[in-house]
Nanobody, 124 residues
Framework: QVQLVESGGGLVQAGDTLRLSCAAS????????MGWFRQAPGKDSEFVAA????????YYADSVKGRFTISRDNRKNTVYLQMNSLKPEDTAVYYC?????????????????WGQGAQVTVSS
């Protein structure tokens, strides 16, 4: 089993920056594709970004492309989500996820392990 622990959320103003971190336990991190999802109040879970196991390829939702950057440090067993130019509509609980697919899925069903979630609130 893999345990994922997220950190870095908070309350910010529109235009501000946050970086979320997701630390993984175990020694299997380098074999896992990683993704970020978010869920706003009253809405379904939404794909945000994903990265392949070696960090060569990244994928983004249209709503965050150009503003958010996913990266990973396999030596630290950590995946990051750099969030720039935050908007009020980015307000959500952000979850990191891990799965075994070579190409990270955009659906929650494609991931096997999940973090506890980090609250991001962006005020206007």
């Amino acid at each position: 089993q893999v345990q994922l622990v997220e950190s870095g959320g908070g309350l910010v103003q529109a235009g501000d920056t946050l970086r979320l971190s997701c630390a993984a336990s175990g020694r299997a991190f380098g074999s896992l594709s990683m993704g970020w999802f978010r869920q706003a109040p009253g809405k379904d879970s939404e794909f945000v970004a994903a990265i392949t196991r070696g960090g060569v390829n990244t994928y983004y939702a249209d709503s965050v492309k150009g503003r958010f950057t996913i990266s990973r440090d396999n030596r630290k067993n950590t995946v990051y989500l750099q969030m720039n130019s935050l908007k009020p509509e980015d307000t959500a609980v952000y979850y990191c996820a891990a799965g075994g697919s070579l190409i990270p899925p955009r659906s929650r069903a494609g991931y096997d392990y999940w973090g506890q979630g980090a609250q991001v609130t962006v005020s206007s």
